[in-house]
């Protein structure tokens, strides 16, 4: 599951990514269908003028449809459960925030959820993460990370295609048929 660094995976990746951190911090989960950029220039030239693509920088990429509103009150894993794809749909992608615990806390872990997040919320070396991840139908994943430091204001952007196995794993199910 290796990708080249300049393929259209990691790109729509960043841009979901990016797109997302213009709001900043504590942003809602999103989700977003990945159509071949070329498709939508066929069917869709309108919506293809609107969104700026030409057949010659749109061939082998991605372009992102933001989904609604994902509802706030359940966790997007939940929500992933009850999504499938239509076939014009090639991959999906969802952007949410979360914290990190260092490995250290691992061992400390409470087993209750509410505890759970408590003890994540107040843990003196906890980091605020922003997670992307895409996927494809054909399998093939790329994971952006950003790390947020509030005291600091940096960030540090990790990638690879598999950084949030669970997620890549979750996201693939959608587009099973």
């Known amino acids: 599951m290796q990708l080249m660094p300049d393929s259209a995976l990691r790109q729509v990746t960043l841009e ?10 504590d942003q809602r989960p999103r989700l977003y269908a990945l159509v071949p950029s070329t498709e939508i220039l066929q069917h869709e030239p309108a919506v293809a003028a609107q969104l700026g693509l030409d057949e010659f920088d749109s061939a082998g990429t991605f372009t992102p449809i933001e989904q609604e509103e994902l509802p706030v009150d359940r966790a997007l894993e939940d929500i992933l459960t009850e999504i499938m794809w239509p ?13 990190m615990l260092p490995p250290s806390a691992e061992d400390a872990l409470p087993d209750d959820p509410d505890a759970l997040e408590s003890y994540a919320a ?4 906890r980091k605020d993460v922003r997670i992307a991840v895409a996927v494809t139908r054909a399998g093939d994943a790329h994971c952006a990370l950003r790390t947020h430091d509030s ?27």
Do not use: F, I, K, N
């Open 16 to 25: 979901v990514e990016a797109h997302v951190a213009e709001a900043g911090w």
């Open 87 to 99: 076939p014009q749909v090639v991959g999906c992608a969802a952007v949410l925030e979360r914290l």
């Open 122 to 125: 107040e843990h003196p070396e």
């Open 151 to 177: 005291a600091e204001g940096e960030s540090e952007l990790l990638e690879g295609p598999d950084l949030v196995p669970a997620l890549v794993q979750m996201l693939g199910q959608t587009l099973a048929d």
